[in-house]
Structures are given as C-alpha cells and as structure tokens.
C-alpha cells in the first residue's frame, strides 16, 4: 500500500505486505530528514533519518528514499507486522537552527 | 538509562491556576527541548535549549516560560492559560546541539486547560 502526499491521512494494508508512506518537504536549506513513529499515548519514537547529500539509506525493515529535485521522502516498510500500526511522520531539520519541523502524519493500519 | 521522563503524565487546570511540567532525561545529552502537540496534529517546536541556555523561542505566548536548572532538568512553567493550550506537551532531548540527528521523546503530558 502506498500513501499519497500530505493529504491522505490514513493508510491501510495487509499484514506482510510491504508499506509506502510519502512525504513533501519544503524547505531547500534542510540537511537532514527523520521518520519518526507514534503510537497511541506514546511519544514519537526515531525510526531513521537521512542527510541531504544521500539518496537512500536503509535499515532494519525500513529504507528511505530522498529526491530532492521534487522535496519528496518516502518511508517503505518491508513486511509490515502489526506493530507496525501507529502514525508515521516525516520532520526536517532546518539547517544550522536545530529546528525539527514535522509534516501532517500518516496513520497506518495493518489488517490481518 | 536512555529515557526522557515526563511528569506528571495528566494535568487539569484552571485558566487562573500556575503548574509546572517536568522532564528529566541522563543521558547526558546538552540540548533539550519543548513541543507541542494538539490532537492528530504533528508536534511543533515551543523552545529549544542548548547547553542549558535558552537558544530558540518560537514565538511562544510568555505564559509558557521555560527553565533549564541543570543539563538533566527541562522545566516548562504555566500560568494564566486559556483553554486553547489544551495539547500533549512533548519533551525531547539529544546529544549534542549539533550532533547526532536522533532527539529522544518523552511520553509527554497531557493537559487540559478547563
């Protein structure tokens, strides 16, 4: 399943399919992107970043994806399990201002 | 120990009541800050600390005032709010100012302004 832009909030899919959850970004001055998580009640937990200067990096399930010519970031999550179920969000740092700026969120639901 | 703590975890107050919030992390980490997160909302940025002094204020209303007594400590004061400030405030933490990209959250305190 794949989100698409800011603007569709909710996305829903399989249990074991593989996840796409999309972001737009704003800032050109930006250095560096993070993929947070939330569950219900819960604080926002680090799921991976990305520098400016890359294009993709991967981790354990996830890979993100960063194409600066159109500010666009994408989370995949491989395999999705039903821990996987909370909301995804994207922030970007504005350069040199530790300044996390994060985007609307994407709620993800898994179905068995 | 690599958590942010956040009391109390609820608060109810009244628009003439003064409450403090409280986050503590030891982690060592010397930038610490303060967000806000309204329901289904992303958090926004309130106030940044590095190195126990106050670096960004972003505009927040003076009846949230910060303090930072110590590198472990990040207090947020509260007096004379409107019922609007209802929200998840967040605490976060990270190594350094510059370093690192992680900030580590708090569970958050969940206020309700009546």
């Known amino acids: ?112 | 120990d690599t958590e942010v703590t956040q009391t109390p975890k609820h608060l109810v107050m009244g628009m003439t009541n003064k409450k403090s919030l409280k986050c503590e992390q030891h982690m060592g980490h010397r930038a610490m800050y303060w967000y806000k997160q309204k329901a289904k909302k992303p958090p926004e940025l309130m106030f940044v600390y590095s190195y126990e002094k106050l670096s960004i204020n972003e505009s927040v209303p003076s009846r949230f005032s910060p303090e930072c007594p110590n590198s472990s400590l990040l207090n947020l004061h509260l007096h004379a709010l409107q019922p609007e400030d209802s929200a998840l405030y967040l605490c976060a933490s990270r190594f350094r100012a510059s370093d690192s990209n992680e900030q580590f959250f708090g569970p958050g305190t969940r206020l309700t302004v009546l």
């Open chain 1, 1 to 112: 399943g794949e989100s698409v832009g800011l603007h569709l909030p909710t996305l829903s899919v399989q249990e074991g399919d593989n996840s796409i959850i999309n972001c737009a970004y704003s800032n050109s001055a930006s250095d560096y992107f993070i993929w947070y998580k939330q569950e219900s009640g819960k604080g926002p937990q680090f799921i991976i970043d990305i520098r400016s200067n890359m294009d993709k990096r991967q981790g354990q399930r996830v890979t993100v994806l960063l194409n600066k010519t159109v500010k666009h970031l994408s989370l995949q999550i491989a395999a999705t399990q039903p821990g996987d179920s909370a909301v995804y969000f994207c922030a970007e740092n504005i350069g040199g201002a530790q300044k996390l700026v994060f985007g609307q969120g994407t709620r993800l639901t898994i179905n068995p």
